[in-house]
């Protein structure tokens, strides 16, 4: 490098990230044409982690806090790398800031049915909402797993994945579920806990804490439910139970013409 390059290049001395917008989940910290000084300072702030990243490979993960960046508090990086301890220069080397704060009402909804197995008339279609809330726990596994190398990444990104990942354990939980749908939907509080508990380690596998999952409403086909309100005669559980049969069964072979 010559005299002239050495003077151009860009000295990086203070990092900090300044999350300008709710949903970032993820943010590179540019080093295009600039170099990050030994000893510069990394401010990582209360609702974030920093993460190094050198040629693919993870390096340290600083919490919140103020940092001076060297080889001392750098131990992977400079394993990496091969510094010693006398190491004073500049280098270049990937930074990601992560957003640690909660991602508040975020949407599920059932797309198509699933069943729940009501213990009087047997395999009922259900269809539901709700909301859940999540954030950030464990960087590496995040970057890993879900964002990789990317500039930027947002919580928008991630919906599909976790509307899918939800449905999944919905469509198991109450295809195993013995109870009466009117059970189920008095207490969609208690039901809400036990499939957070359920979700949790799917979630954590993202390195993700699920901090809330909601039932709001559960929602019976509308046939079906017109059947069960009708004002005039009380139907039989016979009835009820041909009727919900007839419904799989006409539900079953709508499908199989398609």
């Not at 709001?216 to 009835?239: A, F, N």
Request: proline share 4%.
């Amino acid at each position: 490098m010559g005299l002239m390059d050495f003077l151009k290049k860009a000295l990086i001395d203070v990092i900090e990230w300044t999350e300008p917008a709710a949903g970032i989940l993820i943010y590179q910290f540019p080093m295009e044409d600039r170099e990050i000084q030994n000893g510069a300072h990394l401010t990582v702030k209360d609702t974030q982690l920093a993460l190094f990243v050198n040629e693919g490979k993870l390096a340290d993960l600083l919490v919140p806090g103020r940092h001076a960046l060297n080889t001392q508090n750098l131990p992977v990086l400079s394993k990496l790398r091969k510094w010693d301890r006398l190491f004073a220069s500049s280098f270049k080397c990937e930074l990601y800031f992560f957003s640690t704060m909660e991602q508040i009402d975020q949407r599920w909804s059932t797309q198509k049915p699933i069943m729940l197995r009501d213990k009087e008339f047997g395999a009922i279609p259900l269809q539901g909402q709700g909301s859940f809330a999540y954030k950030i726990k464990d960087a590496r596994i995040f970057y890993q797993k879900i964002s990789g190398p990317r500039a930027v990444y947002n919580s928008s990104e991630l919906e599909a994945q976790l509307q899918a990942l939800i449905l999944s354990e919905l469509s198991s939980y109450f295809g195993a579920l013995q109870i009466a749908f009117n059970e189920l939907a008095a207490e969609q509080g208690r039901f809400s806990k036990s499939l957070q508990d359920i979700l949790k380690p799917s979630f954590a596998q993202y390195g993700l804490v699920l901090s809330k999952f909601l039932i709001q409403s559960l929602i019976l086909p509308e046939e079906l439910q017109k059947h069960l309100d009708k004002p005039s005669s009380m139907p039989t559980l016979t009835d009820l139970r041909r009727y919900v049969q007839f419904q799989s069964l006409d539900s079953k072979a709508s499908e199989d013409s398609k």
